[in-house]
């Protein structure tokens, strides 16, 4: 077993997921079995290989800071699933 | 021959010629669509009204005695992972169910300034996650050749659109062969361009290191003109290429002599139809007909391709759908507080398959284990890399199958997530090396599937593969 139930408990929560009751032995099994199959990167030697992030050369890209317009607030807000004033609007954070 | 069924060059000609007119055209992909896609299913959302307005735009031009431009007035489908300004875009995900785009994607931007006649968005799997298009939140899309089987994936939608007559082209992307797979599947010309050639820009993001948007179309020199459309530098997107874009149109040259193509072992090897190598060796044999020299070569990690790319893919995937929170747009489902809420939006709203990634991502980035899974996976990148770098010093292009087997059966590998990775196998090493590659159609096999080979070439270098793949096309099977 290379994950456990716990590990499981653990990673749906990093991914803001629950794994439901009747779900979990499917998704321990189904996941077990892809952490097993790419175990075969562990018979590679890779000292002093370094890594690679793209495949193309990358460089940062620098732009002239400028004022330009941007997406209008109210097409910006368009697609929010609750708005007010203005604002995107979420259950409360803090406690009161 | 049906004008649905047509070439985009054929259709420029007699709409140039006014032998047809766009309106004419349009109506008649979707005399097509209302007669095929009750079976189908290629599309998510169809812009009927908008299609037949543009047309009727493009016929005003051609009256007015102007030249139009080589793609206006073809109608044509847009993957739905692909932003349309003020039309909805939903990735196939229940989460972007009422999505409606306040901007438009470079890909799309750049089509729609050739006035293309966008027909409908097209169906993928669930934020272009999976191999047969059965993974989209809300219906599968079969395959036009065989409705009992698969159109391939995620880019199913756009492949089995232009197969199936219901466009003329469309645009998909590749993150491991999205766009090359179901090209197969469906007989059609699919190409991946080099990353960074084509902007990602409004492409709804997967694996940010590994997509690319590219093409479908019935032939390689419709290939050619829609590359020639998309390609291109964008200040939009910093990882795109500023290497100047060439005429594609000129690498159409029925010439192979001098070139030299290698045959990798490891892609001839168990597991891989017997159907497919056969056609796969005759194209080989073909193209040494015609003057090219074949050369048998290897690419030594291909082994390694399937687990470092279903490490990288869902470590970027795992990130890039963080954004997917119930706040800024897309699906909320209401929870006691703001975790809560977030919980319930991504638990209801996404599929089982972008859940499963989402966790493999999470997992192999999080503490102690980002040194053995993520890490891991980058340099065992390199090691691909190098292969294709050390293979490319000794030929010009590379010949593959592009699918380890033809089209499969609805429903065939659905139980088993990791069985539909490995088909990814011929494809997925030229993603994280970030080449450009091709499948082009090679005849059918004996349940009349359609088979197709792979060309891939060096960064930069779409030329050669366009001339190859014309060539063999001009030369027939």
């Known amino acids: 077993m290379k994950i456990s139930e716990q590990d499981i408990k653990t990673v749906a929560s990093l991914s803001r997921l629950r794994i439901r009751e009747e779900e979990k032995e499917d998704v321990l099994f189904q996941l077990n079995k892809i952490l097993t199959y790419v175990e075969n990167l562990q018979t590679l030697d890779t000292t002093n290989i370094e890594p690679t992030t793209y495949a193309l050369p990358m460089q940062n890209v620098f732009r002239a800071d400028e004022v330009k317009p941007s997406l209008d607030r109210e097409l910006a807000l368009s697609n929010a699933p609750l708005k007010e004033d203005g604002y995107f609007k979420v259950p409360r954070v803090l406690e009161a | 021959m049906a004008l649905h069924d047509k070439t985009a060059h054929e259709l420029h000609d007699l709409l140039q010629a006014k032998k047809i007119s766009a309106a004419e055209l349009t109506a008649d992909i979707f005399k097509r669509i209302d007669e095929a896609e009750d079976k189908i299913g290629a599309y998510l959302t169809l812009t009927r009204d908008k299609a037949t307005a543009d047309a009727k735009a493009v016929d005003d031009k051609i009256a007015r005695g102007e030249k139009i431009f080589p793609l206006e007035g073809i109608p044509c489908a847009i993957k739905d992972n692909i932003c349309t300004k003020g039309i909805r875009t939903t990735c196939a995900s229940k989460i972007l169910e009422n999505f409606i785009p306040p901007y438009d994607a470079t890909a799309y931007k750049k089509l729609a300034a050739q006035n293309v006649i966008v027909v409908g968005k097209a169906n993928l799997d669930e934020f272009a996650m999976g191999g047969s298009t059965e993974n989209s939140g809300f219906h599968v899309t079969r395959n036009p050749h065989n409705y009992d089987c698969v159109p391939g994936g995620s880019s199913g939608g756009s492949a089995a659109a232009v197969a199936g007559g219901e466009a003329i082209f469309s645009l998909g992307s590749d993150t491991g062969g999205s766009i090359r797979q179901p090209a197969s599947f469906c007989g059609v010309v699919g190409f991946k361009p080099t990353y960074g050639r084509v902007s990602r820009y409004g492409l709804v993001a997967f694996a940010s290191s590994l997509d690319q948007i590219g093409s479908f179309t019935h032939d390689v020199t419709d290939c050619a003109l829609v590359l020639n459309a998309i390609c291109g530098h964008d200040e939009m997107d910093s990882t795109s290429t500023a290497a100047q874009v060439p005429d594609f149109t000129k690498s159409l040259v029925a010439d192979v002599k001098g070139l030299k193509i290698g045959l990798p072992a490891e892609y ?210």
């Not at chain 2, 159907?275 to 040494?288: C, P, S």
């Not at chain 2, 090219?292 to 390694?304: D, K, M, R």
């Not at chain 2, 703001?338 to 990634?357: L, P, Q, S």
Request: glycine fraction near 8%.
């Open chain 2, 268 to 477: 001839f090897v168990k597991g891989i139809d017997a159907e497919v190598e056969t056609a796969v060796r005759n194209v080989a044999k073909k193209f040494e007909s015609l003057g090219a020299e074949i050369v048998e070569i290897s690419l030594p990690h291909t082994e390694y391709a399937i687990s470092t790319y279903y490490l990288i893919a869902p470590a970027e995937a795992a990130t890039n759908l963080e954004r997917y929170d119930g706040v800024s747009y897309g699906a909320r489902v209401d929870g006691a507080d703001v975790v809560e809420m977030m919980t319930n939006t991504r638990t209801e709203k996404f599929g089982a398959e972008v859940k499963r990634r989402i966790m493999i991502g999470n997992y192999a980035l999080s503490a102690g284990y980002y040194d053995a899974y993520y890490l891991k996976a980058l340099k065992v990148r390199t090691l691909i890399q190098k292969d294709f770098i050390d293979a490319f010093k000794n030929v010009d292009l590379i010949l593959t199958p592009t699918t380890p087997n033809a089209a499969f059966k609805l429903g065939e590998m659905t139980s088993d997530p990791l069985k539909m990775y490995l088909q990814d196998i011929c494809t997925v090493p030229v993603n994280i090396a970030g080449l450009p590659g091709v499948s082009v159609p090679c005849g059918f096999n004996k349940s009349n599937l359609p088979l197709g080979f792979q060309l891939i070439g060096k960064a930069l270098d779409e030329e050669t593969i366009l001339r190859a793949a014309y060539t063999y096309e001009v030369n027939g099977l």
